[in-house]
């Protein structure tokens, strides 16, 4: 049986990442980090599922409702 995936908070995000406070949520914004799951009215927190994907891979992330990118760029 699979286990349930855990809620982890702001603070464990931030040390497991790497990234500071501001720059987590300008990811947010920009959708390139995973986007938090309202746990409480005042309590807010992440899947470890989720920050482990990006932590595998940050450039390639993409959350799981999204399709994939185009190369559509003139490099």
Known sequence: ????DRII????????TGLSRSTMY??????????????SINGAGWYESEINRWIADP??????????L???CNL
């Open 1 to 4: 049986m699979r286990e349930p």
């Open 9 to 16: 908070r702001s603070k464990t995000v931030l040390a497991r």
């Open 26 to 39: 300008r990811k947010i914004a920009e959708g390139t980090f995973p986007t938090q799951v309202k746990i």
């Open 59 to 68: 450039v390639a992330w993409r959350s799981r409702g999204e399709g994939t």
């Open 70 to 72: 185009t190369a559509d």
